[in-house]
């Protein structure tokens, strides 16, 4: 199973609707990083959350990190057809030796339509 | 400011064949990732570079060879493609490995026939 959850699977909005993206983990959350991709791109780093009810927001995108539920939100408000994309979440895992490596939810594929 | 860019963006092999994909980055980045993205698995780590002249493995390493001999670029070969290899593969770059961002290439889409 996936460390990194990640819920919805996909999206249908109507333009101008909110919509809300979880990433849920197994573990301790220490980095918890969003990305978006555009169909057939590559990733677009958007936002980073290091602590517990930090929240941060870029332009109509506003996340959150509950270290409690080792979940972090990402909600778009107002959809646009330019936030449609794959909206992927990843996090830090630290393994014996001080070895760290940033691992990945499967992502939510998000589509807008006007 | 290119950020990272990869070489080629598309390509065909035969099963067999040998290829080599190119990195670059020109934000002196130590940190340097090739990954693999295929649909349902995300995204996988293959190898990594934590400063020129090193290379260690990642989740999914086998089948493939790294090499970083200058900082800004970060090469991964195939000696010998197999259809599994079949899959879109990004690079990324990063400041450090801890609470840093990484900073992705568009991607190059492989196909092994």
């Known amino acids: 199973s996936q460390e990194l959850e990640q819920s919805p699977q996909s999206l249908i909005v109507q333009e101008g609707k909110n919509l809300t993206i979880n990433c849920t983990s197994s573990?301790?959350?220490?980095?918890l990083y969003w990305y978006k991709q555009k169909y057939g791109e590559g990733l677009i780093f958007l936002m980073m959350?290091?602590?517990g009810g930090e929240e941060k927001s870029h332009e109509k995108i506003t996340a959150k990190l509950d270290e409690k539920k080792q979940q972090s939100s990402l909600h778009i408000t107002a959809s646009q057809p330019s936030h449609a994309g794959i909206y992927l979440c990843?996090?830090?895992?630290?393994?014996?030796?001080?070895?760290?490596?940033?691992?990945w939810g499967l992502g939510t594929s998000l589509a807008v339509n006007p | 400011n290119a950020g990272v860019t990869q070489t080629p963006k598309f390509r065909v092999l035969k099963t067999g064949q040998s290829m080599t994909l190119l990195c670059a980055q020109d934000?002196?980045?130590?940190?340097m990732y090739w990954y693999r993205q295929d649909p349902g698995m995300g995204l996988r780590l293959i190898h990594y570079?934590?400063?020129?002249?090193?290379?260690a493995k990642g989740e999914v390493p086998d089948g493939y060879n790294v090499s970083r001999l200058k900082k800004q670029n970060f090469l991964l070969g195939l000696e010998s493609a197999a259809p599994s290899q079949t899959s879109v593969y990004f690079c990324?770059?990063?400041?450090?490995?801890?609470?840093?961002?990484?900073?992705f290439g568009p991607g190059t889409r492989l196909t092994v026939t």
């Open positions: 990324a770059s990063s400041y450090s490995m801890v609470k840093y961002e990484q900073y």
């Open positions: 934000m002196n980045h130590e940190y």
């Open positions: 570079s934590v400063g020129e002249g090193t290379t």
């Open positions: 573990k301790t959350l220490y980095g």
């Open positions: 959350l290091q602590k």
């Open positions: 990843g996090a830090d895992r630290y393994y014996a030796g001080n070895n760290r490596k940033l691992i």
